[in-house]
């Protein structure tokens, strides 16, 4: 677990996380699911593919999100969710 805000948050399916490191850094992303402690598949804006990455280059957020939909609606929803940040 770790502090976001001063809110406690973990590594979850449909936590919502920016990219510290790698190629997508800076962008949101949301867990689509937890591979072990250290490795989880996430699904990042602008992205159409999962990607797996190191739990230690995502920041979690304390935002969630449902990710039962399909990828495509939930890459609209972070890409909004992105934009609205930004603003």
Same mark, same amino acid.
């Given at each position: 677990m770790t502090f976001a805000g001063g809110v406690m948050v973990s590594i979850e399916n449909g936590r919502v996380c920016v990219k510290i490191a790698g190629r997508d850094a800076g962008?949101?992303?949301v867990i689509t699911s937890v591979v072990d402690e250290?490795? #989880?598949k996430v699904l990042c804006a602008g992205r159409k593919a999962k990607r797996k990455v190191n739990v230690r280059h995502i920041e979690p957020l304390p935002q969630k999100m449902d990710v039962k939909g399909s990828d495509e609606e939930t890459v609209k929803a972070l890409a #909004?969710? %992105? #934009? %609205?940040m930004k603003a």
């Open positions: 962008r949101i992303c250290n490795f #989880a #909004a969710m %992105e #934009a %609205e």
